[in-house]
């Protein structure tokens, strides 16, 4: 018995062939890779191998893969193709006027002068976890302020509209402060002034100092104004990219699932506060109303 290793020429692999009684001579062999028929001939100095694949069967391993010629393609109506610009424009818009919203609240809080003489009144309550306090000293942007006490822990102060630094310090308590923002009087008929409210609006013009026995400084949670200064522009400005995004993606009928999600968010981005949510939520409409362009462009 002798056996044989030898390389398949079609695929190169190693075969073997196991012989039994002569060892000598042609003998039949099929690819244990590529099952090409083999034709294996031992001789005493030598091995020859030659393949004996079909033509047929070449013939068929390479393909074309072609849409037919006498393929009719799908045209689109013009008046549809109207209808999706109209849509990508509500989203474009709605978007754009996110930006602009974002871009006013940032220069809105930011704005040092509001063309106000007049000053509001605000309250400041001190405390700590078991009473109030009634010997506090009040420092407005470093610079301490003329209060008047009303008990219970509550002190008026006089300040411009903005953003402000406040300070707050008591004996035997950790200094205080906090950030505050004093929205303008923006009319009559809409004044922060405490004669006209007649008691303070939490975050707005009454804030309260929650004192800690001790010494060193604490920094005290922001109030509402603040935290909207800190995050609303952010996102505002990220909301509108998305829904630039969502505009595109509808003007070349990328994908349905993708332009919803960018007509959504350039809702979110509150563009003009109602307008821009209206384009969007109208967009969002017409996108389901014709959501067929999307599967006939061969792109969803």
């Known amino acids: 018995m002798v056996k044989i290793d030898f390389e398949c020429p079609i695929c190169n692999e190693t075969n073997n062939l196991v012989l039994m009684g002569n060892e000598y001579g042609e003998f039949d062999k099929y690819c244990k890779a590529c099952e090409a028929p ?3 001939s031992n001789k005493t ?30 045209e ?13 424009i509500m989203i474009l818009f709605s978007s754009l006027m996110g930006f602009m919203t974002g871009w006013g609240l940032l220069n809105f809080f930011e704005e040092d002068d509001y063309g106000e003489d007049s000053k509001v009144k605000i309250e400041i309550i001190v405390k ?38 406040v300070k707050v310090i008591a004996p035997a308590h950790k200094n205080a402060t906090m950030k505050i923002f004093i929205p303008p009087n923006l009319d009559d008929n ?8 007649e008691q303070g609006m939490d975050g707005v013009n009454r804030f309260t100092f929650e004192m800690e026995r001790g010494k060193g400084t604490i920094d005290l949670e922001d109030p509402p104004y603040i935290k909207m200064e800190k995050w609303c522009p952010n996102l505002i400005f990220i909301f509108s990219l998305i829904g630039l995004w969502g505009a595109w993606v509808t003007y070349t009928l990328q994908s349905y699932n993708n332009a919803q999600i960018g007509a959504f968010f ?15 939520i109208i967009a969002l409409f017409y996108l389901k109303k014709y959501k067929f362009l999307f599967t006939a462009s061969f792109k969803n």
């Open 76 to 88: 689109i109506d013009n008046s549809h193709h109207k209808m999706v610009k109209i849509i990508a």
């Open 128 to 165: 700590n976890n078991t009473a109030d306090l009634d010997n506090a000293i009040i420092i407005l942007d470093k610079k301490e302020m003329n209060h008047t006490y009303k008990g219970n822990g509550t002190y008026n102060i006089l300040s411009k509209p903005g953003k402000h630094s």
């Open 266 to 280: 350039s809702v979110l981005a509150m563009g003009f506060f109602i307008i821009g949510p209206i384009l969007g």
């Open 38 to 40: 083999l034709e294996v």
């Open 45 to 74: 100095n030598k091995i020859e191998v030659k393949a004996q694949f079909p033509k047929e069967i070449v013939k068929n391993t390479i393909r074309e893969n072609k849409i037919p010629s006498d393929y009719k393609k799908y």
């Open 190 to 197: 809409f004044s922060l002034n405490l004669v006209e409210i």
